[in-house]
DNA sequence: AACTTGGACAACCGCAGTGGT
DNA sequence: GACCACTGCGGTTGTCCAAGT
């Protein structure tokens, strides 16, 4: 076994008694051996105590963060599921970077992990594409592209049980549970942040108020997005925009496509949850570089694990 | 083979909120 | 109300490892 190498630093609170060294960096199996087993006897809470009595040279803190995000028997271990990517998405533009708030509609997943996700997958999608992750056009491509996605993914895993974000209880908090019969269904609530009218509805908007150069048909073609096989997108993205196009339409194919129950969905004029400037959006010149939407779309399976 | 680079994940740090005294 | 200890959260840094050169 490869000892992790640590450091060590002096208490914080270094009284006499307890000048003692405290352990840094990576926790060894016999630091979870303990920890674990302390937890086992005397349960979780009161960290610091637990630092002091289990032997760890450790801080209350670091104890806590071990347990919550590794040796909790419900953390859920490996790769995140096109399911909880789309969860995530969708929460956090709706909540922005709450990240335990996020953390609490994926079961068995930590706040750590969710951020991670989104520092390492989201944050680079967007310094490829040379964007902010807060701005509109970057929200529109999570929205237009990477949810489509993603469900198509979704729908790819064939028999496995698909995935239906509703609403638990008369609270608006959107969670997971299996359901065997339909695809997706979205029964989000009212203020739902996913919303696939609205995103379609959003891409019309965006189209109206830009320049004749339409989103992106290189990324259409992409092999990685496959977005011709949606022909209503498709169409969308690679003729003229029209501004007689109206959500019915859209959400019709949705129905058809991706078994979206129009109905949770809430159709009203497009609004970013998010605080970014609305000059974004009405200034073509504002919106993303779309050499570099192709270029990045291209690699998007890799980068976001669809595969 | 040696070295560099970048991705993924674990762990730490600072701060804010909360409850007890 | 002031102080203190504790807890939880979000941002940041550190570590490991695989891929590339």
Redesign the pocket.
Same mark, same amino acid.
């Given at each position: 076994m490869?000892v992790?190498?640590s450091?060590f +630093?002096k208490s914080a +609170?270094s009284s006499s008694d307890e000048d003692v060294e405290l352990?840094? $960096?990576?926790?060894t199996l016999e630091e979870d051996t303990l920890l674990i087993r302390y937890i086992s006897c005397h349960g979780e $809470?009161?960290?610091?105590?637990l630092a002091k009595r289990s032997g760890l040279r450790?801080? $209350?803190? +670091?104890c806590?963060?071990?347990w919550m995000?590794?040796l909790k028997p419900d953390v859920k271990?490996g790769?995140l599921t096109p399911q909880e990517q789309i969860l995530i998405l969708e929460l956090h533009s709706k909540w922005g970077?709450?990240?335990?708030?996020i953390a609490q509609h994926l079961p068995g997943r930590t706040?750590?992990?969710i951020?991670?996700?989104w520092?390492?997958?989201v944050q680079?999608q967007a310094r490829h594409l040379k964007i902010d992750t807060n701005s509109t056009a970057f929200q529109e491509v999570i929205r237009c592209f990477w949810m489509p996605r993603l469900l198509q993914k979704i729908q790819l895993q064939g028999s496995s049980p698909s995935l239906a974000i509703s609403s638990q209880n008369s609270n608006t908090q959107p969670s997971i549970h299996v359901n065997e019969h339909s695809l997706l269904s979205a029964q989000v609530p009212a203020q739902g942040p996913f919303n696939m009218s609205e995103t379609l509805y959003s891409l019309e908007h965006q189209a109206m108020n830009s320049s004749s150069e339409n989103c992106t048909s290189a990324s259409i073609s992409s092999e990685s997005m496959n977005i011709s096989q949606i022909p209503q997108i498709s169409e969308y993205l690679t003729t003229p925009f029209h501004a007689t196009a109206n959500s019915d339409h859209y959400s019709t194919y949705l129905k058809g496509c991706y078994n979206v129950d129009n109905i949770g969905y809430n159709i009203e004029p497009f609004s970013l949850a998010s605080g970014s400037a609305p000059g974004d959006f009405e200034n073509p010149s504002n919106w993303i570089d779309h050499n570099d939407l192709a270029d990045g779309l291209w690699n998007m399976d890799e980068l976001w694990?669809f595969r």
């Open positions: 490869i992790p190498m450091t +630093s +609170s352990r840094r $960096g990576p926790w $809470g009161r960290w610091n105590l450790r801080t $209350g803190k +670091s806590r963060l071990r995000n590794y271990r790769n970077n709450r990240w335990a708030k706040d750590n992990e951020k991670n996700y520092r390492t997958r680079k694990q």
